[in-house]
């Protein structure tokens, strides 16, 4: 059983304040939860140092924030009115101007929100009017750009796991293999490949 605040309505969860509300969703969807809460589980276990995993408290909460959204909030909730597009656009234009000025830094959907002055509900409905993908998905492919692109430039003493925490990937595992699947090769892959082109610069 998980029990949350009630400032979590301005997601689009399903709201059950008559009573209790029951629903099943895909299995895929319960999968990806049991799969994040049981990894939460494991890295405290494994953490020798509890400020490690306090470190990582704001990354893990948007990855299970993610899982929540894609539970809890219904068709329905994310459904745009009626020529709501050009707006949805426009507010889709703001956030990208607002990722862009944070930089290598994390992106959570709450501080977005929050810069925006709409609910993470709002900017949950513009990612899936505009782009056809859910607002977490969206900021996932900004981040493992944002990682290809510290990697393609990094020096000798950079690390993967070092650029995948800066941009709030906190499993390594997981961060690999969402990694692979978008650009066809592995962080370690890109990571050698752009030492031995600056190598190979610097030769000449």
């Known amino acids: 059983m998980m029990r ?4 979590m309505r301005h997601r689009g969860w399903a709201d059950y304040d008559s009573g209790l509300g029951f629903f099943r969703p895909h299995d895929a969807t319960m999968a990806g939860l049991r799969a994040t809460i049981l990894n939460m589980f494991s ?3 494994e953490a020798n140092d509890p400020r490690q995993f306090e470190a990582l408290n704001r990354p893990i909460q948007e990855t299970l924030l993610a899982c929540l959204d894609a539970t809890l909030v219904t ?9 709501s597009f050009d707006r949805h656009r426009r507010l889709i234009a703001r956030l990208d101007e607002v990722a862009a ?10 501080d977005l929100a929050s810069a925006l002055g709409v609910s993470v509900r709002t900017l949950q409905t513009a990612a899936h009017a505009v782009h056809g993908v859910s607002l977490h998905h969206y900021l996932r492919l900004k981040r493992l750009w944002s990682v290809r692109m510290q990697l393609m430039s990094a020096g000798n003493g950079a690390t993967i796991k ?14 690999s293999k969402v990694y692979k699947t978008m ?8 990571l050698v490949n752009a030492r031995s082109f600056a190598d190979a610069a610097l030769r000449f």
């Open 101 to 110: 000025l944070c930089g290598g830094k994390p992106l959570y959907s709450d």
């Open 162 to 175: 070092a650029a995948a925490l800066a941009n709030g990937f906190w499993h390594m595992g997981e961060f």
């Open 75 to 83: 068709a329905d909730a994310l459904a745009p009115r009626r020529g």
């Open 43 to 45: 890295l405290a276990a």
């Open 4 to 7: 949350f605040n009630s400032d």
């Open 183 to 190: 650009f066809g090769e592995m962080p370690s892959e890109t």
